[in-house]
């Protein structure tokens, strides 16, 4: 009774269906040229083919009698044939041999035929299938050569009549198998000849397929493309028409500022229509378009956001209505963008075109590098028209280094996972990223004509940088498919080195006057290296007593604590005589606190001593080397909200290297140490205050005042505890006190520093700032954390306890599960699939790092020996390497928000908060 029900439902849809496609060809028939019909009419059909075909199946499961079947499978290819011919009259149609939909429908034909022949359990079944097949491949045949008839470009019609030949052939195959098949139908060597002659033919047919559905997909594109330029045009002409009846200047102001972010973006976008139009065919050109259609989505979806939030403020009726429609268009244009992007993706990314096309890309950047090198020879090289307005050349050039990095490390482990579609990103990233440097290079080397030596240098090295990229995605694209081979994964890690390596170089060549921290950074990495050296050499015993020398260590720190301030303070500085001031200034303070400290060295009598002064050092070494690192990276995006906090967060990492030494090392009163350290903490609050124009952290307005309010009644015991027990001399209740006092007065300014901020941006005039994709501050913290604990764990002198190392490894696993959902919240927000990838490669790098860990310290825990204590030390290093490359990575320009802009009364609101903060850190560090 099921299986009736099942027949008799079958039957009815079959109705159905061919019913509807009879009123549908009514229907369509007098503009049946539109493609838009042409598409309703091939879904009435391929709707009938599938009921039919369930009919099919249905019968064939009940049992029906022989002759019966064989009557039905005779009256569905009647049906079939009658299909065909639907499809034939809707070929005839003047425009119908411009689109691909009927190849698609024939396309699906044969997909589908050669679906049930293959699993066809009857030799009849598969007899009839195979006449299907071979009916409908004619079909195909016929309209590719139809095509190369009507097309102009030589190459295309060749390789259109070399498919259609192809698949006349394997028709021929096919029809000659099922005739063997048909006189030994029980043959199974027969049937399996008749299965391969069907699949051959759908990969043929899909393959011939391909160029003509990439051909729609691209003009698609373009038309998506052009609206999109087209809307984005009217927008910006509706807002500038806009601003002068705008009663809301901070609006307008960044509204204006996103209308140059998209006018920006459309000059390469349009550019890149041309190119397309005129070289469909060209691989790259296809590419560069995908990939400024990318880049404008954005910019135009927050135009979309600046105008609708302008809009409640226009005065002018008749020109809010103009940028209310025009801004409606272009969020309807940005839509049909997106997802005819998304369907030119499907039929562009493959690994082995995709990595070619990079290839491409990178011999074409090594070409205009040499054309550079040429230019500057004959003194002819000179900045484009336009560069002089826009970012610093040499802030670029560090930028794109930094990016070019990261896009190698993303190829790595893209190779590492042997995802085709991650290594197509990737590699195509590495190249785009190689073009913008060198773009930035050949900035660089115009910005000094006069120096020609100069010039020479560093497109030299950029042509290095760009030599050295070739070579890492060609040994990617050999070694795709062997993730497996260690020897093909270590010629990748010499390759990836080599360009790390070389852009160091390229960095180096920077001109003089364009260095800014460059010789800040060079003096710190030159001193680190003689630490190291110095660790196993004994140095000459100075005259001065250790008292002197100690003391000149304390002002030592004082001097570089205060520049580590002033390296932040100078960071939103536009001036690069402030900036090269400040350089200098750390410069200096760095070197006056090593020399301090090797003088302290020279005092120490014990090895184990002087060897764990110089590790401290070189802790200081490391932090200053990052710091000067952000700071150069914030001259190049001085505004960007996540770069103060991360500044703020490598000037903390500064001091507390700064007192971890001075406390193994510091002949004075454990609590005079605790009360030094508090100083120096809370004087590096003081940036927090200078500038309150961005987030500290994720607070709410009356979250931060709650917490204001708490920190002041701990800072209150705090003082007090101070002071009672400083009366009675109890020394350890006095450091505690202290320790609780330093740690109120910083929870107590960076609340205060967020309130000042959300009270400034909450001003009419103000436009608030929007969010990054990662909290930069929660990773900022649990960074340090990781690498405060993992510094227990490895100290040598003195040894951690196994107490010591349990408490670490608890904090290590807790701040590595906040980075892992760190991670996880980045990839879900990131529109970017590499980024995606990346993002969720790091939180596996981490977690799998953890694990290992833990499982080391549970070794060491139940055996502890100096071999697992090393063991456990590895862990953490391969650990800390994890944390380092995402924390690099995540710091991209591409995850941050954009900062807010604070009107003059914004800032004015703010003044007693920030005053009275001020007063706190200086009151505090007296």
């Not at 022989?66 to 809707?90: C, F, M, Q, S």
């Not at 990318?294 to 409640?312: M, N």
């Not at 930028?399 to 990103?425: I, P, R, W, Y």
């Amino acid at each position: 009774m099921e299986l009736q029900s099942r027949i008799i439902a079958a039957a009815t849809a079959t109705a159905l269906s061919t019913s509807e496609l009879v009123a549908t060809a009514k229907v369509l028939l007098p503009t049946i040229n539109s493609p838009g019909c042409q598409d309703q009419l091939l879904d009435a059909v391929r709707k009938v083919a599938k009921t039919v075909q369930d009919l099919l199946d249905a019968c064939k499961i009940s049992g029906v009698e022989k002759p019966l079947l064989e009557d039905l499978n005779e009256a569905a290819a009647k049906v079939t044939a009658a299909l065909h011919d639907l499809i034939g009259y809707v070929k005839q149609g003047p425009e119908v041999t411009q689109t691909a939909v009927p190849h698609a429908a024939t396309m699906e034909v044969i997909t589908e035929s050669t679906r049930h022949l293959v699993q066809a359990p009857e030799p009849s079944e598969m007899i009839r299938q195979a006449k299907i097949l071979a009916q409908a491949t004619a079909e195909l045949v016929k309209g590719l050569k139809s095509e190369a008839e009507g097309v102009t470009d030589k190459d295309l019609q060749r390789r259109l009549l070399a498919a259609s030949k192809q698949l006349a052939e394997a028709t021929t195959r096919l029809v000659e198998a099922a005739k063997l098949c048909a006189g030994s139908p029980q043959d199974p060597a027969r049937r399996q000849a008749m299965r391969d002659a069907a699949v051959n033919i759908k990969d043929l047919a899909l393959h011939s397929s391909l160029e003509e559905e990439k051909l729609s997909r691209l003009k698609k594109l373009e038309s998506a493309a052009k609206r999109v330029a087209s809307a984005s045009s009217e927008t910006v002409t509706a807002a500038k028409a806009s601003g002068p009846s705008n009663s809301n200047q901070g609006a307008q102001g960044n509204l204006m500022e996103q209308c140059k972010i998209v006018i920006e973006q459309l000059g390469r976008l349009i550019t890149s229509i041309k190119q397309t139009s005129t070289h469909p065919h060209d691989q790259v050109a296809v590419n560069q378009l995908i990939k400024n259609c990318e880049e404008v989505i954005y910019p135009a979806e927050d135009l979309v956001g600046a105008a609708k939030a302008a809009l409640p403020t226009v005065q002018d009726q008749q020109a809010a209505n103009r940028l209310r429609e025009s801004t409606g268009n272009l969020s309807v244009a940005v839509g049909e963008l997106r997802s005819n992007l998304n369907f030119m993706r499907e039929v562009t990314t493959t690994t082995t075109t995709t990595v070619e096309t990079a290839l491409t890309v990178i011999h074409t950047v090594e070409r205009d590098l040499d054309a550079f090198r040429t230019a500057a020879l004959n003194g002819n090289l000179v900045p484009l028209p336009g560069s002089t307005s826009g970012p610093d050349p040499s802030s670029k050039l560090q930028n794109t280094a930094k990016e070019l990095s990261e896009a190698t490390v993303q190829l790595l482990n893209a190779s590492s996972q042997g995802d085709g579609s991650f290594v197509a990103d990737a590699s195509y990233g590495v190249a785009q990223t190689l073009q913008e440097l060198s773009s930035a290079a050949r900035g660089v080397a115009a910005s000094v004509p006069e120096d020609r030596e100069a010039q020479i240098r560093m497109l030299d090295s950029a042509r290095d940088v760009a030599n050295r990229t070739a070579n890492l995605v060609d040994s990617v694209r050999d070694a795709f498919g062997k993730q497996g081979d260690p020897a093909y994964h270590s010629h990748l890690v010499d390759a990836a080195r080599e360009v790390a390596a070389a852009l160091n170089r390229c960095l180096q060549c920077l001109p003089e006057k364009n260095k800014d921290y460059g010789n800040a950074i060079r003096v710190v990495e030159e001193t680190s290296a003689k630490l190291i050296a110095s660790v196993t050499i004994t140095p000459p015993r100075s005259n001065q007593s250790v008292t002197e020398i100690q003391m000149q260590l304390q002002n030592a720190a004082a001097y570089l604590n205060e520049a580590a301030g002033d390296v932040v303070t100078s960071a939103s500085s536009t001036s690069r005589e402030t900036i090269t001031g400040v350089a200098e200034h750390y410069s200096t303070a760095y070197k006056g606190f090593v020399e301090s400290g090797m003088q302290v060295v020279s005092a120490e009598s014990e090895p184990p001593r002087r060897q764990e002064i110089v590790r401290g050092l070189q802790d200081v070494s490391t932090a200053s080397h990052r710091l000067l690192l952000l700071a150069r990276q914030s001259h190049g995006q001085p505004h960007a909200p996540q770069m103060k906090n991360q500044l703020t967060a490598a000037a903390r990492a500064v001091t507390e290297s700064i007192n971890g030494l001075l406390n193994y090392c510091a002949s004075s009163l454990p609590s005079q140490k605790e009360c030094d350290n508090a100083i120096r903490r809370i004087q590096q609050l003081r940036p927090l205050l200078d500038t309150c124009s961005a987030p500290v952290n994720s607070r709410s307005y009356y979250e931060s005042l709650d917490s204001v309010l708490d920190s002041s009644r701990v800072l209150g015991d705090g003082m007090a505890g101070i002071s009672n027990s400083a009366r009675y001399g109890q020394n350890d209740e006095f450091i505690q006190a202290v320790r609780n006092t330093s740690a109120a007065v910083q929870a107590l300014i960076e609340n205060a520093a967020q309130a000042a901020y959300l009270i400034g941006i909450s001003d009419p005039s103000s436009v608030e700032g929007k969010a990054g994709i990662i909290d930069h501050k929660e990773m900022t913290d649990a960074v340090n954390g990781i690498q405060e604990a993992s510094r227990v764990m490895t100290s040598n002198k003195p040894p951690a306890t196994q107490q010591q190392m349990l408490q670490a490894a608890t904090v290590i696993a807790k701040y590595s599960h906040t980075l892992c959902s760190s991670c996880r919240t980045a990839s879900s927000r990131s529109s970017n699939p590499v980024a995606k990838r990346q993002f969720v490669q790091s939180a596996k790098d981490i977690a799998t790092s953890t694990a290992n860990m833990v499982r080391g310290v549970k070794t060491l825990d139940s055996n502890f020996n100096e071999q697992n204590r090393q063991e456990c030390a590895t862990q953490i290093n391969n650990l800390l390497r994890s944390i380092n490359e995402l924390s690099n990575y995540a710091s991209s320009p591409e995850f941050a928000g954009s900062a807010g802009q604070l009107s003059h009364g914004g800032r004015k609101v703010q003044e007693p908060i920030i005053v009275s903060g001020k007063c706190i850190v200086d009151a505090s560090s007296r």
